[in-house]
């Protein structure tokens, strides 16, 4: 079958020239198209398995979150049982028992909402992506807001054992406030690359 380029007749160096930047021009369009197809099936076959893997870790944190509280729960109804432990000891078990089983609540509810709307089919890829980015973004968000009450409770804690244990308070405090504060700013790191992460998957929704 020939084409419009075949059909025309060369006459004149000039229309020779116009022939072959036609030409050139055809070809690198086919050879783009070709290429951006061919990048656009790895990028999602490295998408999928970039969900699953974010799934899987998103899992076993769960799964942390949930021992940890039990933990702190136990160790509160074994302060209890036992009688004899101090009662900053209890009050701050407590006030982890039921900050924690608050925490795991709300990651339960968003991560299973989120999980619910994964599929399989390779054209949800991206869409399975954004449901996802957006569940880490609200972990994030928890993981963050969470360092807030904890905070003065932790500092107040400390204040009560080693004043009762007439042992040195900076140490201590000046290790527990780093520790949530180093919690804070790994939440916001994640925080911000995951928000430009999902600016940049509802990027390849709309096109």
């Known amino acids: ?5 075949e059909h025309k007749q060369v006459k004149n160096p000039e229309d020779l020239s116009s022939v072959e930047a036609e ?3 055809s070809w690198d369009e086919l050879s783009s198209d ?28 769960l799964a942390g979150d949930l021992l940890a509280t039990l933990g702190v729960i136990i160790s509160f109804i ?11 000891t209890i009050y701050y078990l407590g006030f982890g028992s039921v900050t924690s089983i608050v925490f795991c609540i709300y990651v339960i ?4 909402q989120a999980w619910r709307q994964v599929r399989d089919a390779p054209d949800k890829a991206i869409a399975n992506a954004v449901v996802n980015c957006q569940s880490s973004i609200k972990y994030a968000q928890l993981v963050k807001f969470s360092c807030l009450p904890f905070l ?8 009560e054992v080693t004043t009762a244990a007439e042992k040195p308070i900076l140490p201590a405090l000046l290790f527990v406030n780093v520790f949530i504060a180093t919690i804070w700013w790994v939440s916001e790191y994640f925080l911000r690359k995951r928000r430009v992460e999902l600016e940049r998957l509802k990027g390849f929704v709309s096109e």
Not at 152 to 159: D, E, F, R, S, T
Request: aromatic share 16%; charged share 25%.
């Open 78 to 88: 074994w302060g209890i049982i036992a009688g004899d432990w101090e009662k900053a």
């Open 152 to 159: 003065p409770v932790a500092n107040w804690y400390l204040y």
């Open 1 to 5: 079958m020939m084409t419009g380029i």
């Open 23 to 25: 030409l050139d021009l």
């Open 34 to 61: 070709w290429q951006s197809q061919a990048y656009k099936k790895t990028d999602i076959k490295q998408l999928i398995k970039h969900t699953k893997r974010r799934v899987y870790l998103a899992k076993c944190c």
């Open 109 to 112: 509810q968003f991560r299973l």
